[in-house]
């Protein structure tokens, strides 16, 4: 009997220790950890490295709030931030996790329109599906009806433009035309709100849980960056899922050169060490926010110092040990070996992703795309196999979260070959049984 609650009255394993990509329960059991957890400890489990520069923060100091401190380790995370960020975008605010992280960005950049004196901006743009968080102002722009319909009387309803997923359009994503056409949707949905209300657009460069790793048609990112500065609309990049390396390179905003507003971290950024989040912001956004009063947010673990030791110690475990690189080439690899599995699995329809965020969706028909039948429940059942076959990976469902299964695949970066050989046929075995119980389940 336990005293805790979780989403669902599913229980786990209680976590006895955890080693690299390794965990074990009270039992001894190992799991590969092949999500990552939720797409967080980058850099593996209990890298002694971040160890010892939490326990040297500390024996220093654990706390100190900011309107009586400053500490040297925010201000020396804040500094190792800024020099990954693009050029003018020097200046970081602290915050403890991904949902606080969107938050602040959206804040800062109201706060922004009202110190130009366009109070009439307000409404955030965003896509469906997409994930921000589950705080209620993250919700508002969540693209996710079945985390989001409950709560929608509490909210403020934003506008949205559907995902680029073009997979399920019958277009070519390497075609810049397909680019172009999803990204005038952004155009016409900022001419029909009307150009002078619409403040911002919030969008994860690859797509992580609710679209299984959604990546953007040819031209796509260009185009909508490009569109937000023709209508004075800042651009917000969620990097929470994709920032620190995971898709091959530290922020995936570098895969196509952009320059936005507002860059929106966590996750990897401590890699599940600490509680961590940040907002990269431009300088002059900031400035001309501060210059009108200052930034009326904050949370009081805000910039915490064993937070951002631990955060500044991934960072460096990150260069150290080639970890943006690693995620490159392992991702090419794993996805040959997804790619693999698609070929003998016709239940896989598709494979998709950058870098270690990569996921495959599971379709009744693969020419026709046709979702398999939300009932039998097949994302959860996949997970739950490979669980029991001692392999973690991460589920949803990919069209408008009611159908289309998915399977994240998001290693740690520190894997090597081996470790994806033994991802890859643990997932076969897995496969193999699915599809003998879907079966089984379809007799019923
Ligand atoms: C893209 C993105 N933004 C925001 C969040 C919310 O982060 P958190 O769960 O740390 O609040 C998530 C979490 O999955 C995410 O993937």
Request: aromatic fraction near 6%.
């Amino acid at each position: 009997m336990s005293h805790l609650f979780y989403q669902t009255a599913q229980r786990r394993p209680v976590l006895d220790q955890a080693r690299g990509v390794y965990m074990w329960d009270m039992d001894g059991k190992r799991y590969l950890d092949g999500s990552s957890g939720a797409m967080v400890c980058n850099i593996g489990h209990s890298n002694p490295h971040v160890l010892d520069a939490m326990r040297r923060q500390m024996e220093k100091s654990t706390f100190g709030y900011r309107l009586h401190f400053e500490t040297e380790a925010s201000e020396a995370l804040a500094a190792k931030t800024a020099a990954l960020c693009p050029g003018g975008m020097n200046k970081i605010f602290f915050v403890s996790g991904g949902s606080e992280a969107v938050e602040s960005a959206l804040k800062l950049a109201r706060q922004h329109a009202l110190a130009m004196g366009q109070g009439t901006r307000w409404k955030v743009i965003s896509r469906s599906p997409s994930y921000h968080g589950c705080t209620l102002g993250a919700l508002a722009v969540t693209g996710y009806a079945p985390l989001t319909a409950p709560f929608a009387p509490m909210m403020r309803a934003m506008p949205m433009i559907p995902a680029p997923r073009a997979y399920l359009d019958g277009l070519d994503p390497a075609d810049p035309a397909t680019g172009a056409h999803y990204a005038a949707m952004l155009e016409a949905e900022i001419i029909a709100q009307g150009p002078d209300t619409v403040l911002a657009f919030i969008v994860e460069p690859v797509g992580g849980a609710s679209t299984g790793a959604l990546v953007p048609p040819a031209g796509y990112m260009q185009a909508v960056q490009e569109i937000c500065r023709k209508y004075g609309v800042l651009l917000i990049l969620d990097e929470v899922m994709t920032g620190a390396g995971r898709t091959g390179r530290f922020l995936a905003l570098e895969h196509w050169g952009l320059s936005p507003d507002i860059v929106v971290l966590s996750k990897g950024f401590a890699a599940g060490y600490m509680p961590l989040g940040a907002i990269a912001a431009r300088d002059d956004l900031v400035q001309a926010v501060l210059d009108q009063g200052g930034f009326l947010h904050g949370f009081t673990y805000a910039g915490n110092p064993l937070a951002c030791a631990a955060g500044a110690a991934v960072i460096d475990e990150i260069d150290r040990l080639g970890l943006v690189q690693n995620a490159a080439e392992m991702g090419k690899a794993l996805r040959l070996q997804l790619d693999g599995l698609m070929a003998r699995h016709p239940i896989i329809g598709d494979v998709r992703g950058k870098g270690l965020l990569m996921a495959f969706e599971l379709m009744a028909d693969h020419d026709s795309k046709a979702p398999l039948p939300p009932a039998l429940n097949a994302h959860q059942r996949l997970v739950d196999i490979a669980y029991d076959m001692g392999l973690i990976v991460y589920s949803r469902r990919t069209r408008d979260g009611i159908e289309g299964d998915h399977i994240m695949v998001c290693p740690p970066l520190i894997v090597s070959e081996a470790h994806l050989d033994e991802i890859t046929e643990t997932l076969d075995a897995a496969l193999t049984r699915l599809v003998a119980d879907l079966a089984l389940a379809e007799m019923a």
